[in-house]
């Protein structure tokens, strides 16, 4: 499995339309096969700082989730209304039976 956390710094006047946005991404995500957890979070110090925090079966499903309609079209939306480009940190989920 994947984890990925991908954090935002929305411009303030441009809030509200980035959470419209947010909303629908979440949304249409969850329904995604390969899809384990889609959460959006605010950062609690800050306003206009958002992550998603996501857990994805496969690389697969991540490509999938990444060329679907709904994330091309809306993912370069999101990223008009920020201060710049997110950060996105990619991780494997640790296995300790591994061990």
């Known amino acids: 499995m994947k984890t990925i956390i991908a ?3 929305v411009n303030p006047d441009q809030l509200a339309h ?3 946005l947010a909303k629908e991404l979440h949304s249409k995500t969850l329904q995604e096969e390969g899809n ?3 959460i959006f979070c605010k950062k609690p ?3 206009y700082d958002f992550a998603f925090f996501e857990v994805w079966h496969n690389d697969l499903a991540i490509e999938k ?3 679907s309609e709904h994330f091309t079209r809306i993912i370069p939306q999101m990223i008009e209304c920020c201060t710049g480009e997110p950060k ?3 991780y494997d ?3 300790f039976e591994a061990i």
């Open 7 to 9: 954090d935002f710094q």
């Open 88 to 90: 996105i940190q990619v």
């Open 18 to 20: 980035f959470l419209d």
């Open 65 to 67: 989730h990444n060329a």
């Open 45 to 47: 110090d800050s306003e």
């Open 36 to 38: 384990v957890s889609y």
């Open 93 to 95: 989920v640790y296995n």
